[in-house]
T-cell receptor, first 114, second 116 residues
Framework: GENVEQHPSTLSVQEGDSAVIKCTYSDSASNYFPWYKQELGKRPQLIIDIRSNVGEKKDQRIAVTLNKTAKHFSLHITETQPEDSAVYFCAASRYGGSQGNLIFGKGTKLSVKP | GAVVSQHPSRVICKSGTSVKIECRSLDFQATTMFWYRQFPKQSLMLMATSNEGSKATYEQGVEKDKFLINHASLTLSTLTVTSAHPEDSSFYIC????????????FGPGTRLLVL
């Protein structure tokens, strides 16, 4: 079945620096890759997503890249701010299709120091 | 936007009792809903796929007789934790996909279960 690996598990950066989180997936049928931000005790919030027919997507300070051949996808946050501090999860859709269930990575705790 | 609610938000129960958690899609219909469990400082683990009008599909290692799922209507799925034990204490989150929605899946706010 699908397996999603996420690195690093913790990441600490200075305010204004960039943060990069990387994920790999195992199922070549996966075609939808969302990234979620989760604050303690709350639901995951979608921050950006990418589909397998696209190599890169950007939304203001956040970007995601996808290398379908290598089965890698990465989250890039530029000009980090203290409010970016949270746990970030990557995910991959199983069985293909964005309406399929999601398999999550183990999460990265991002700390942005002012 | 599409909203998914869960009830209750928090529940404390005694060991051996059963607890029912509801997941509702408030403004859209969902023939499928997903149930996840999240232990402290860990990731969301898919437990099962709830299917309206048919049996739920459980992930490997999830006991279907312990975690009963009923998709009673196009807007409601329930998860019942039977004979709860302290190790079942966790954060349970449901999600519902919406074709054509701004987001592809909408998560409920989660239910914090504490079994004493």
């Amino acid at each position: 079945g699908e397996n999603v690996e996420q690195h690093p598990s913790t990441l600490s950066v200075q305010e204004g620096d960039s943060a990069v989180i990387k994920c790999t997936y195992s199922d070549s049928a996966s075609n939808y890759f969302p990234w979620y931000k989760q604050e303690l005790g709350k639901r995951p919030q979608l921050i950006i997503d990418i589909r397998s027919n696209v190599g890169e997507k950007k939304d203001q300070r956040i970007a995601v890249t996808l290398n379908k051949t290598a089965k890698h996808f990465s989250l890039h946050i530029t000009e980090t701010q203290p409010e970016d501090s949270a746990v970030y999860f990557c995910a991959a859709s199983r069985y293909g299709g964005s309406q399929g269930n999601l398999i999550f990575g183990k999460g990265t705790k991002l700390s942005v120091k002012p | 936007g599409a909203v998914v609610s869960q009830h209750p938000s928090r529940v404390i129960c005694k060991s051996g009792t059963s607890v029912k958690i509801e997941c509702r899609s408030l403004d859209f219909q969902a023939t499928t809903m997903f149930w996840y469990r999240q232990f402290p400082k860990q990731s969301l683990m898919l437990m099962a796929t709830s299917n309206e009008g048919s049996k739920a599909t459980y992930e490997q290692g999830v006991e279907k007789d312990k975690f009963l799922i009923n998709h009673a209507s196009l807007t409601l799925s329930t998860l019942t934790v039977t004979s709860a034990h302290p190790e079942d204490s966790s954060f349970y989150i449901c999600s519902a996909p919406l074709l054509g929605g701004r987001e592809t899946q909408y998560f409920g706010p989660g239910t914090r279960l504490l079994v004493l």
